[in-house]
């Protein structure tokens, strides 16, 4: 059981540059979430997704995209970047009836 | 959602003190969770209270919720060098379990 893995772990893009994020969970979870955390800060909601086929707009949706189509997976993608975009990126899952989030290890992403 | 406010934001003690950390928050809210986060990774959670409930224990952790005060404390008795980490609350008034993080505290304790 691997709870909520992200891939990649690190990336460097230069500005402009388009990427996409994986998010993958093997424990059934209804409810995935985006979140980014820049230095000495909380971990801001960028979108998040309550099924599969579903998402939503977080906090700081703006420059991010997101898409559902299985339910295990939870991808987001990144048009064109931009250096206000480096941060580390943390996906979490929910299961339906629980209010407790399980996090991934974290992709830390740097635009140059 | 709301946001949960911690204090203080930064936290140094010694191995066996005990640390107490803070969230206030400001509308009603279903329930409110703390979290631990070690440097560089994701964040675990640590305990859930209800807003009926006023006093939760997990082994070492002691969490209070007075929603009269729109407030919370996390206390960690007997912390140990491992317990250094940042902490933070989310109090949960909306739906699909939407969290919003404040700056969290940062607990450092010294051998």
Known sequence: NAGVTQTPKFRVLKTGQSMTLLCAQDMNHEYMYWYRQDPGMGLRLI?????????????????????????????????SAAPSQTSVYFCASSPLLSYEQYFGPGTRLTVT | SQQGEEDPQALSIQEGENATMNCSY??????????????????????????????????????????????????????????????????????????????????????
């Open chain 1, 47 to 79: 979108h998040y997704s309550v099924g599969e086929g579903t998402t939503a707009k977080g906090e700081v949706p703006d420059g991010y995209n997101v898409s559902r189509l299985k339910k295990q997976n939870f991808l987001l993608g990144l048009e």
């Open chain 2, 26 to 111: 400001k509308t009603s809210i279903n329930n409110l969770q703390w979290y631990r986060q070690n440097s560089g990774r994701g964040l675990v959670h640590l305990i859930l209270i209800r807003s009926n409930e006023r006093e939760k224990h997990s082994g070492r952790l002691r969490v209070t919720l007075d929603t009269s005060k729109k407030s919370s404390s996390l206390l960690i008795t007997a912390s140990r060098a491992a317990d250094t980490a940042s902490y933070f609350c989310a109090p949960i008034s909306g739906g699909y379990n939407k969290l919003i993080f404040g700056a969290g505290t940062r607990l450092a304790v010294h051998p």
